[in-house]
């Protein structure tokens, strides 16, 4: 089977299961996604600790590491999973500096079939409305078809969530493009709704749209 086949047939197994109930759909969906988590989480844990035995050096700054804590596991390929030759060690920061680099770098290039979650970054802004704030650029936005779910990821916690293609597509239409820099549209975490995206509208008079998420707490990683 392909990947994509045991995708649909466990979605067909969780709708047999759930019925009609969307409560009992929601939990099993819920489930199935945070014990397949869990096994990645085991296996990145796995990795990092034999690399640490190595004693390998911060792949970014070329350092050594002082403690054993804010040592992140990165992949060098980010089509290819979690293996002893594909991840390297870096610090936190080192780590955050070059996904900082790297998100800038996305959002210019067209995305493509290899690459089915692109995460994106936001910094913790210190504004009483707004805590965290992503844009997605209309290059972007026309490689979406490409990709199954978009992560967006907190840099300073390392919580993330997912958003499917599909359910985020809906909110990035042409009547929502702000006027900011080159149209690009705005995804905020408002203060006041810490467990929702906010989707900005096009103008002042227009109304903000919200996508209730759930944030997973990982370390930065990837």
């Not at 992503?134 to 300073?156: M, Q, T």
């Not at 993330?160 to 599909?166: A, L, T």
């Amino acid at each position: 089977m392909t990947p994509q086949e045991i995708l649909s047939h466990v979605r067909e197994l969780i709708r047999q299961h759930a019925g009609d109930d969307a409560d009992k759909w929601w939990y099993a969906n819920r489930f199935v996604f945070a014990r397949l988590q869990l096994d990645e989480r085991k296996t990145k844990a796995s990795i990092k600790q034999k690399l640490i035995a190595e004693k390998r050096l911060c792949r970014y700054c070329g350092n050594q590491f002082e403690t054993r804590q804010n040592i992140h596991l990165h992949r060098l390929e980010s089509s290819k999973g979690y293996s002893d030759t594909n991840c390297v060690l870096m610090h936190a920061d080192c780590h955050t500096k070059h996904h900082s680099s790297a998100s800038r770098r996305q959002d210019e290039k067209v995305v493509t079939a290899t690459d089915p979650v692109i995460t994106k970054w936001s910094k913790l802004y210190q504004d009483k409305s707004f805590a965290y704030w992503w844009d997605i650029a209309p290059p972007l936005s026309k490689s979406l078809d490409n990709l199954e779910a978009v992560e967006f990821a907190k840099k300073d916690t390392g919580e993330r969530c997912s958003v499917p293609i599909e359910v985020l597509k809906k909110f990035l239409t042409p009547d929502r493009q702000t006027t900011r820099s080159r149209g690009n549209w705005g995804i905020k975490v408002l203060v006041d709704r810490p467990d929702e995206l906010a989707f900005e509208p096009r103008g002042q008079r227009d109304q903000w749209l919200f996508l209730q998420v759930t944030w997973l707490n990982a370390e930065v990683e990837d």
